[in-house]
């Protein structure tokens, strides 16, 4: 069946560094969706991608929806320690529907 | 304050003892979703509704039930609980923007154990 693998699964970065993760899918996907889970709270929409090729920003966020459409990635830049928590990609299994498959995640760790 | 509330957040029960964790929604959302979410696993997805009435299969719905008779309120019933089902458990609603976005509102979660 379908699965979305994340890239790395954890990572330790010092504050002001750039990171990169990314996601990828067995199969093709015509929405990715970024989600970040702060510590102890529900996943908050991050950054929504529609097209193959599309880069989105939102903030210090940038992410791109891979031409494949199999893969999509996600890049923070100085990093703060506030961005610490677990980043989740996520789409549709099909499209047009609300059937919604979840990555395992990434879990960031900002040092100070 | 537009919101996704769940009730309880936190909650011990025994093998077999029926329980009810209600979602509820202010943002008139057509669409809602419940989400358990365990260590290694991400989300997965267990039910989801598009409308009044209308509710379908997620990736893991054995041992769920829900209902939507009011549209701001998607409760998740489990009938006879099980220790494989303790959990943390979300709730989330969306709403489809003209231009196709999808926002995602998602609730505080409900921490549910077993035993």
């Known amino acids: 069946g379908q699965q979305l693998n994340q890239s790395p699964q954890s990572m330790f970065i010092q504050e002001g560094e750039d990171v990169s993760m990314n996601c990828t899918s067995s199969s093709i996907f015509n929405t990715w969706l970024w989600y970040k889970q702060d510590p102890g709270e529900g996943p908050v929409l991050l950054i929504a991608l529609y097209k193959a090729g599309e880069l989105t920003s939102n903030g210090r966020l940038t992410a791109q929806f891979g031409i494949t459409r199999k893969d999509s990635f996600l890049n923070i830049s100085a990093s703060i320690p506030s961005d610490v928590g677990i980043y989740f990609c996520a789409g549709p299994r099909t499209s047009g529907t609300y059937k919604y498959i979840f990555g395992t995640g990434t879990r960031l760790k900002v040092l100070a | 304050e537009a919101q996704v509330t769940q009730n309880p957040r936190y909650l011990i029960t025994v093998t077999g003892k029926k329980l009810t964790v209600t979602c509820s929604q202010n943002?008139?959302?057509?669409?809602m979703s419940w989400y358990r979410q365990d260590p290694g696993l991400g989300l997965r997805q267990i039910y989801y509704s598009m409308n009044v009435e209308v509710t379908d299969k997620g990736d893991v719905p054995e041992g769920y039930k829900v209902s939507r008779k009011e549209k701001r309120n998607f409760p998740l019933i489990l009938e006879s609980p099980s220790p494989n089902q303790t959990s943390l458990y979300f709730c989330?609603?969306?709403?489809?923007?003209?231009?196709?976005?999808?926002?995602?509102?998602f609730g505080p979660g409900t921490r549910l154990l077993v035993l």
């Open positions: 989330a609603s969306s709403l489809l923007l003209a231009g196709g976005e999808e926002t995602q509102y």
């Open positions: 943002m008139n959302h057509e669409y």
